[in-house]
């Protein structure tokens, strides 16, 4: 919005608009400048290989016998190997062969190398920050729901729990948290379990619990106010046609603070998928996590850590893309 | 059907105050009484002690015999049985003028969807806007708002309706068309208790005239009493102020 009463000139306009790329230029360009100075060697093309690769598979044959025949269909290849009382087809796709027809081949021998096309380290670790947000926001607001409705409750067990629980959580680093679950809870929980000789809890599940419990006492502060911010009239108006708190709760005053909490909450969980970073500390090989092993093995660092952020940035932006289409569809009914 | 006892309670925010200071009224299935007073004087959170949207500190009511203030009392079966109009209408802004009216229904009364559309249909025809059923409120004038907001109380088949100045909040233009609605709803039997500024509706319409100042009842009576020979001083010097 500009400030009304305050037109800009078209000539000024245009002025900026260059400016601001040319400043834009400028920095990249600066950096890059920077690079060569310390003769860094730029190979973007090492990237794509760990967001996706084509793998070489071995096809391998079981038992000893003559290559009867092969047969090509399509993409697929059969070839067949006959001993004397049996026949075994193997199938490869998009390979090479290393066999004839007539060869003799025993157990164990490579009959063709196989291409198949897999999931890189970036990738694997793309999905999995994606997969934990995805349930640390669905855990967030289901906790954060019920704190936020138990600090507005007169219920004082309710009430100093949940600001218990939300000054605890928003008093200390995230970081620590982190450590409390995994090295604290973790090793308690795991250690109990494992003396009555159970099934022990992986590292990822208290990764998310950290996230989940965290976020919760942010949305239970912004369901507080979204609730605290509808017009006292709408509770008086149901309860004084009858309705209990229960009812007047889901059917007047939450669908009408949910509309307004949409875009704190869209706040929270972006910064939410971006502390999902942190849980590479515990050994939980999300994005971050992922792209300080690539850059080990690669040696590219400057590359893979500006295609780690540009990852995030896909991310948090289809998040908040997504979210406000939400709102507008809410707004409109 | 309105029993009031010694009703008294003390704001302490923003200030001591007392809105209530031993108010006792007795109102009568049928009757229309108009509370009336300065600002302040307690009439509003009377009103609003007589379906507990406000607590007194001490005091009795009871309605239809049953006590309003015991702790067994079900209070959202006691709200049900007593309908509440506001100064701010206070409709459901996310939900269509037919689901405004339609939602108690469901959820308190346990009314199927069909016996609840056609009883909200034909509340909004008793008040003169069914063409307006699938809108939302904020599309709605003020004057149609508080008409609908009037439906909305009717359709949980109150014993007792209670206005609390349910035109202060209006266009002059569109006090008529609400006043009438209450007029009609007087004549048809309706125990009402109004809290209002609007001295020609008292005049007309009600039973009883109750005038109230700093929490306290100063003098009751009938319309012509109150408009020819008001008695106590405060009440003829309010009289002289808004006439």
Redesign the interface.
Known sequence: MTIPGNPIKKSTYFLSVALFFIMLIGIIGGIYFATLQIDYVWRWYRVPQYFVFQDKMEVKSEIQGEVSSIRASGEKTFITIKDSNQETTYSVTDGTLLVDEGNMVYPGDTLAFQKKWKAGILMQGLWLTLEVSFIAIIFGIVIGLFAGLARISSNPALKWSAITYIELIRGSPLLVQIFIWYFVLGTLINTILAKYGMWQVPPLWFGVASLAMFTGAYVAEIVRAGIQSIHRGQSEASRSLGMTYVQSMIHVILPQAFRRIIPPLAGQFISMIKDSSLLGIIAIRELSKATREVVTTSLQPFELWFVCAILYLVLTFSFSMFLQYIERRTLSQ | MIHVENLSKTFFVPHKVKALDNVSVHINAGEVVVVIGPSGSGKSTFLRCL?Q?EVANSGKILIDGIDLMHPKTNI?????????V?Q?F?????KTVLENIT??QL??RKRTKTDAHDKAMRLLEKVGITDKAKV?PDQLSGGQQQRV?IA??LA?DPKIMLFDEPTSALDPEMIGEVLDVMKTLAREGMTMVVVTHEMGFAREVADRVIFMDQGAILETGTPEHFFTNPENERTKLFLSQIL
């Open positions: 379906n949207l959202n079966k006691m709200r049900a049985e007593v309908g509440m506001f701010s206070n409709l459901f802004p996310h939602l108690a959820t308190v939302y907001a909305r109380a949980m």
